[in-house]
């Protein structure tokens, strides 16, 4: 922030008042393994750090996770512990996105070496979901997953309506699981 704060004084030398609102956290997961495949630069207990400082200075922290970051092999740990990461943050805001690959896969792939990358499933992305949830224990904070990427879309305060988008979650995934016997690549499915 310093350094941003001096970028301001030296090109809008008029402005006299800066603040902040909130501040997002692009976190994108909190495992460790996928953040270090995915190159991101942070592990969970950086931050979960960065998340505690925001909330002890008194301003709002907004959190974005990836549903799908891990593709199928690390999927399972991807929301569990991007779940323990946002339960230790404890953000004012949470959202979740599905990953896209607009330019292609090939440089996520290197993180993944020798064995590819396998992207989830419609079903899976809902498995993946209803595993980070009921991971969730959260206070209040205020949850969205209604981007144009999510197949399901879920609003709430997350720990007074988690239930409620444990059930909705569920729906979809048995209803595909039933009509496709897991022949889901072309399903879509939205609430």
């Given amino acids: 922030l310093k350094a941003i704060c001096k970028m301001i004084k030296l090109h809008m030398p008029e402005v006299s008042r800066i603040s902040s609102y909130c501040l997002p956290r692009n976190i994108r997961g909190g495992d460790d393994e996928v953040l270090r495949r995915v190159n991101k630069g942070e592990t969970l207990e950086s931050s979960a750090e960065a998340l505690q400082k925001i909330r002890a200075s008194g301003l709002k922290s907004s959190v974005m996770i990836l549903n799908g970051l891990g593709g199928r092999e690390l999927s399972k740990q991807h929301a569990e512990n991007s779940a323990r990461l946002v339960n230790a943050g404890q953000p004012n805001y949470l959202s979740t996105l599905v990953v896209s690959f607009p330019m292609g896969m090939e440089r996520y792939q290197e993180g993944w ?49 988690k239930q409620r988008h444990s059930a909705r979650i569920m729906r979809p995934t048995t209803w595909c699981l039933k009509v496709f016997w897991g022949e889901t690549s072309n399903v879509y499915y939205r609430m």
Avoid: C, W
């Fill in 113 to 161: 070496g020798d064995e590819p990358f396998v992207a989830l499933s419609q079903v899976e992305l809902f498995q993946e979901m209803e595993t980070f949830v009921e991971h969730l224990n959260l206070e209040k904070t205020i949850f969205r997953s209604d981007h144009a990427s999510n197949y399901l879309v879920l609003k709430g305060v997350l720990g007074r309506d």
